[in-house]
């Protein structure tokens, strides 16, 4: 079976290449049996056509008019060409159906269109452990994505999974593979593959073709974090490290963490966060104050957190910090309080 590295389609090499070798034959006959008739009995384009048609489907209908001894002669060598022809592309077009390639086929098509649309976009590379569950987290909050991986068992999976998953069958470390998801257009990336110094290629990669792109990578080995931070991610998570941490938590404060987990839809809560960005929120809206914005006041959602240009982050902000460039507010709230706020930040000052 050969991989053909593109957008997860695997190809036959018994099957792609006969046929368009069959569409080859098909239409070399039809264009020798138009020349032949023309040549040899003096026919139209269109008599010869529909000489050359009648003749290699056998359907027994009658000459335009009476053929020449040179003329039979052709038109006989052009039928058992033709049925050779014919067996040949009925078993190869019969294959196609049954392996499912010709499906393939318009399924890889489908997948081209909605990935050259896409923008704001997260790339997801690897579909492993991590990566089913951030695809997992994305389909719940209507976030497009992509996931690369180029493990066949990886992309078969993605492929009769019950959601639509847009998907990208390559070595995630080529440049090629992150051209082809758009990562000039997209809005993060995120890494989880099992081997650091893949995570650490594929990092390089897309912090030199998008300067600008919100990177975050996973990594077992806590010597690796530099290397990654210094490659351009922005964000290393270490997924061992978080599950000590949540469990030890577990022990020392159990409520904290249960609560933690509660707002983060675990136990299928309604409540989120959203964090709303200067450069993101309009022009009424920018250098304005907690008290001044009114958010709990009009929405019931809630400013918990202010992060600083520097990156820092303030808990429970003051009512008098204002929202300046580079800096954004963290709001908790339900999914009604988030919608509703939504609603009245495009409102605010009108």
């Not at 000459?63 to 049925?83: A, C, K």
């Not at 180029?150 to 990208?168: F, G, T, V």
Request: proline fraction near 3%.
């Amino acid at each position: 079976m050969d991989w053909d590295g593109n957008l997860g389609l695997h190809r036959y090499k018994g099957g792609y290449l006969n046929y368009k070798l069959a569409l080859f034959m098909i239409t070399f006959g039809i264009l020798m049996g138009i020349t032949g008739f023309i040549i040899l009995e003096d026919y139209t384009f269109r008599e010869a056509f529909y000489m050359t048609v009648i003749t290699i489907s056998t359907v027994g209908f009658s000459e335009v008019r009476p053929l020449s001894p040179n003329g039979q002669l052709f038109t006989t060598l052009l039928i058992l060409f033709n049925v050779g022809i014919f067996a040949y592309s009925l078993s190869t077009f019969t294959s196609l159906v049954l392996e499912g390639e010709l499906f393939n086929n318009l399924h890889l098509r489908t997948i081209q269109r909605h990935i050259a649309k896409m923008k704001d976009h997260i790339i997801v590379c690897g579909y492993g452990r991590y990566g089913r569950e951030i695809s997992e987290n994305l389909l719940a909050h209507d976030i497009p994505f992509i996931v690369i991986d180029h493990d066949p068992k990886k992309i078969e999976e993605i492929q009769h999974s019950q959601e639509k998953i847009l998907y990208l069958e390559s070595d995630v470390t080529s440049e090629d593979a992150l051209e082809k998801a758009h990562i000039h257009r997209a809005r993060a990336l995120i890494t989880t593959l099992s081997d650091d110094t893949d995570n650490l290629f594929t990092v390089m990669s897309a912090r030199q073709l998008n300067p600008s792109l919100n990177i975050i990578s996973s990594t077992k080995d806590h010597r690796t974090e530099k290397k990654l931070r210094m490659a351009g991610a922005n964000h290393v998570i270490m997924p061992d490290r978080l599950g000590g941490f949540y469990m030890a938590t577990l022990i020392s404060k159990p409520g904290t963490v249960e609560f933690f987990s509660f707002i983060s839809n675990e136990f299928e809560s309604d409540i989120g966060f959203e964090e709303l960005e200067y450069n993101q929120m309009s022009l009424a809206c920018r250098n304005k104050s907690i008290r001044e914005l009114e958010i709990r006041k009009n929405t019931g959602a809630n400013i918990i957190g202010f992060k600083q240009h520097d990156g820092s982050f303030i808990v429970n902000p003051n009512p008098d910090i204002r929202l300046a460039e580079g800096t954004s507010f963290i709001v908790l709230g339900t999914d009604r309080q988030l919608s509703s706020l939504r609603k009245y930040l495009s409102t605010f000052g009108i």
